[in-house]
């Protein structure tokens, strides 16, 4: 495709943003049903959202070409140019966000059909869940409106979540002496630190909102340097 | 230099017209190519990159009452490429033809404030005119070999006014083509006509013409407008090894050339300077928003 103009180049680009952002309102679906898979142990839903994650990987393809053929043609430079960069970046986030919903999917099935569910368990994970939905919407806001002021809150938010999965933990610890239930407790608490990974992934794109905004990358906390 | 009116500093070109050199520059090569008595801008026999620094201070300049230049100060360090970027009209031509007073020889221009170079001032009466351009060489947009003489001639042609003895001219002229990497080319073929290569390799040659003479500072406006992609990139590399030994201000409508070939970029609007900075930084976080604009070709 030849953009003739470039006004047709910033269309393009707008367009791509939209695109590429919109990924997140999939993936925010997918973790709707994610979570009502697993409130459910609804093993059809479960295969639904594994087959539907075949439209984010899409999603993914085909912005990604695009921007590429954006940079090929049109040498874009200054905040243009952070936008693609950071859209490349936001473009893997979402990928991964929907392969962690893939991952958590592929367990429900594993726990059979009448799991020895823990009520409290369940709850904290869907907890867990809807702050994370939350997480992927701001993140998505504050990349269309470049508020850095909401991109840091992320973290604050993602904290929530990750106080929520070490509940989680110590749930786990005491969940008794069951084989079965502890089967199904382990199995939940990869399920929890997968929807705690997609949380760390919404700060990333934060972190990306604050590049293109300044020009400067940091990541807002260094896991290796906690206090640094 | 002191603001003085059309006609007074038409008087001084017809003083020194180029290419008459001047009967002191004749004396021998042209080693200590600028100085004034006592003070000297360059240090003859080893040069060091500490030479070729080249300062603009409250520069303006008038094509009649059009005020093409407008106060800018801005300082070009040695070693280093710094790439002018602007729409045209901005004025950024014409602030590098005042670096080596080629603006003055324009009816009706003039300019007023200081350009120095290695803090001698390039407009103060008691500096040759000559020796400013041969301190300060100059490659233009359209290749201009001279169109009677033959490759090696072009060369030395600004060479043979200092009066450098045959051996030495050919010495020079031999380097000089090495210099501007095109020795190779036309090693074989040195007495036949300038105009008889290709454009790229005659933009080449007039490198090698402006080098002979061991510029301090070498001008170049739009060098690459009118070279096919693989000429352009021959001169951008060398630019890149030229450097090293000859501070560099290229004029460029090409932003990708710029961001390629320049560690400093200077963004012009409207005769004024709007902003400069290192390269990478103009390129992705400029800090004026009409250096965005222009940039990201919003407008220019």
């Given at each position: 495709?030849?953009l003739?103009?470039?006004?047709?180049?910033q269309?393009e680009?707008?367009?791509?943003?939209?695109s590429?952002l919109?990924?997140?309102d999939?993936?925010?679906?997918?973790?709707d049903?994610?979570l009502?898979?697993?409130q459910h142990?609804?093993?059809?839903?479960?295969?639904?959202v594994?087959?539907?994650?075949d439209r984010i990987?899409?999603?993914?393809?085909e912005?990604h070409q695009s921007?590429?053929t954006?940079l090929?043609?049109q040498?874009p430079?200054a905040t243009?140019?952070?936008?693609?960069?950071?859209?490349?970046h936001?473009?893997?986030?979402?990928e991964?966000m929907?392969?962690?919903?893939?991952?958590?999917?592929?367990m429900i099935?594993?726990?059979?059909?009448?799991p020895p569910?823990d009520e409290?368990m369940?709850k904290?994970?869907?907890?867990?869940?809807r702050?994370t939905?939350t997480?992927?919407?701001?993140?998505?806001?504050?990349f269309e409106?470049?508020?850095v002021?909401?991109a840091?809150d992320?973290?604050?938010?993602?904290?929530?979540?990750?106080n929520?999965?070490r509940?989680?933990?110590?749930?786990?610890?005491e969940?008794?002496?069951?084989p079965?239930?502890?089967?199904?407790?382990?199995?939940?608490?990869?399920?929890?630190r997968a929807?705690?990974?997609?949380g760390?992934?919404?700060?990333?794109?934060?972190e990306?909102v604050?590049f293109?905004?300044?020009g400067?990358?940091?990541?807002?906390?260094?896991?290796?340097?906690p206090?640094? | 230099?002191d603001s003085?009116?059309?006609a007074?500093?038409l008087a001084?070109?017809?003083q020194?017209p180029?290419?008459?050199?001047s009967?002191?520059?004749?004396?021998?090569?042209?080693?200590?190519t600028?100085?004034?008595?006592g003070?000297?801008a360059t240090?003859?026999?080893?040069r060091s990159?500490?030479?070729?620094?080249?300062e603009?201070?409250g520069l303006?300049?008038?094509?009649?009452?059009n005020?093409?230049?407008?106060n800018?100060?801005l300082?070009?360090?040695s070693?280093?490429?710094?790439?002018?970027?602007g729409p045209s009209?901005?004025?950024?031509?014409?602030?590098?033809?005042?670096?080596?007073?080629?603006?003055?020889?324009?009816?009706g221009?003039?300019?007023?404030?200081?350009?120095?170079?290695?803090?001698?001032d390039?407009y103060?009466?008691?500096?040759?005119i000559?020796a400013?351009r041969?301190?300060?060489?100059?490659?233009f947009?359209?290749p201009?070999?001279?169109?009677t003489?033959?490759v090696?001639?072009?060369v030395t042609?600004?060479?043979?006014?200092?009066?450098?003895?045959?051996?030495?001219?050919?010495?020079?002229?031999h380097?000089?083509?090495?210099?501007?990497?095109?020795w190779?080319e036309?090693k074989?073929?040195l007495?036949?006509?300038?105009?008889?290569?290709?454009?790229?390799?005659?933009q080449r040659l007039?490198?090698?013409?402006a080098?002979?003479v061991?510029?301090?500072?070498l001008?170049?406006?739009?060098?690459?407008?009118?070279?096919?992609p693989?000429?352009t990139l021959?001169?951008?590399?060398?630019?890149?090894?030229?450097k090293?030994?000859?501070?560099?201000?290229?004029?460029t409508?090409?932003?990708?050339?710029?961001?390629r070939?320049?560690d400093?970029?200077v963004?012009m609007l409207?005769g004024?300077?709007?902003?400069v900075g290192?390269?990478d930084e103009?390129?992705?976080?400029?800090?004026?928003?009409?250096?965005?604009?222009?940039?990201t070709?919003k407008?220019?």
């Open positions: 495709m030849a003739e103009t470039r006004s047709q180049y269309e680009l707008e367009r791509l943003e939209a590429g919109g990924g997140l999939l993936v925010n679906s997918s973790l049903r994610t009502e898979a697993i142990q609804d093993v059809e839903l479960a295969q639904l594994i087959a539907d994650d990987d899409g999603r993914y393809l912005v921007l590429i954006l090929a043609t040498s430079v243009d140019l952070r936008l693609i960069s950071a859209l490349l936001v473009l893997k986030n979402v991964r929907g392969d962690q919903c893939v991952n958590i999917c592929k099935p594993l726990t059979g059909n009448e569910a409290e369940v904290l994970i869907l907890t867990m869940g702050q939905r997480l992927i919407s701001q993140s998505k806001r504050a409106d470049r508020n002021e909401m840091r992320l973290v604050r938010q993602d904290d929530l979540v990750d929520l999965n509940e989680c933990f110590r749930l786990a610890l969940i008794g002496d069951d079965d239930c502890r089967e199904w407790a382990m199995t939940m608490l990869l399920a929890a929807i705690e990974r997609i760390d992934n919404a700060v990333d794109i934060g990306q604050a293109v905004v300044t400067l990358f940091r990541e807002f906390e260094d896991a290796s340097h206090n640094g | 230099m003085r009116d059309p007074e500093t001084m070109t017809e020194n180029e290419p008459q050199a009967p002191e520059a004749g004396a021998g090569l042209p080693r200590s600028i100085s004034i008595a003070e000297s240090t003859p026999a080893k990159r500490e030479i070729g620094n080249v603009l201070q303006n300049a008038y094509y009649g009452s005020h093409a230049v407008r800018v100060s300082g070009f360090d070693a280093k490429v710094t790439a002018i970027i009209g901005c004025g950024k031509s014409t602030m590098v033809r005042c670096i080596n007073r080629m603006h003055e020889e324009i009816a221009a003039r300019s007023e404030g200081r350009v120095l170079l290695d803090g001698l390039l103060d009466p008691r500096i040759d000559v400013v041969r301190s300060v060489g100059m490659v947009q359209k201009n070999p001279f169109p003489m033959s090696i001639d072009n042609a600004g060479l043979r006014l200092t009066g450098a003895s045959r051996g030495e001219l050919e010495e020079r002229g380097q000089a083509l090495i210099g501007a990497g095109l190779d036309v074989d073929r007495k036949g006509p300038g105009v008889g290569l290709s454009g790229g390799q005659q007039c490198i090698a013409r080098l002979a061991d510029p301090e500072v001008l170049m406006d739009e060098p690459c407008s009118a070279l096919d693989m000429a021959r001169i951008e590399e060398l630019i890149g090894e030229l090293e030994r000859v501070t560099i201000v290229i004029v409508h090409n932003m990708q050339q710029a961001a070939v320049a400093t970029t963004f409207d004024e300077l709007v902003e290192p390269t103009i390129f992705t976080k400029p800090n004026d928003d009409r250096t965005e604009q222009y940039v070709g407008f220019g």
